[in-house]
């Protein structure tokens, strides 16, 4: 059974950081291109990054590029999202996605298939 499990939320003050991690389990973490969105209360889902099987190559939503910062450890079967000088619009549920498949470019939602259950951030201004 194919599991996401997203940790390292919480509640930070504007300007500050924090770095979000996905566990993997219940498939072959390397074959899969993983991704981050989020949604805030009210809003759509929202993709933010993702990156490729290798970890090679990456694709950002305009509004957290050079801010966020996704990446991959495939011993250890997780990927991270690296979050820096956070906003208060940056505050929502955060979930991790997975997706066989060699396109990483993907920015809709239903284009993965497993997900993780979130984890919240809450920025502060």
């Known amino acids: 059974q194919v599991q996401l499990v997203e940790s390292g939320g919480g509640l930070v003050q504007a300007g500050g950081s924090l770095r979000l991690s996905c566990a993997a389990s219940g498939r072959t973490f390397s074959s899969d291109i993983m991704g981050w969105f989020r949604q805030a209360p009210g809003k759509e889902r929202e993709f933010v990054a993702a990156?490729?099987?290798?970890?090679?190559?990456?694709y950002y939503v305009y509004s957290v590029k050079g801010r966020f910062t996704i990446s991959r450890d495939n011993a250890k079967n997780t990927v991270y999202l690296q979050m820096n000088s956070l906003k208060s619009e940056d505050t929502a549920l955060y979930y991790c996605a997975a997706r066989s498949g060699n396109y990483y470019a993907y920015t809709a939602p239903d284009k993965y298939t497993y997900w993780g259950q979130g984890t919240q951030v809450t920025v502060s201004s």
């Open positions: 990156i490729s099987r290798s970890g090679g190559s990456t």
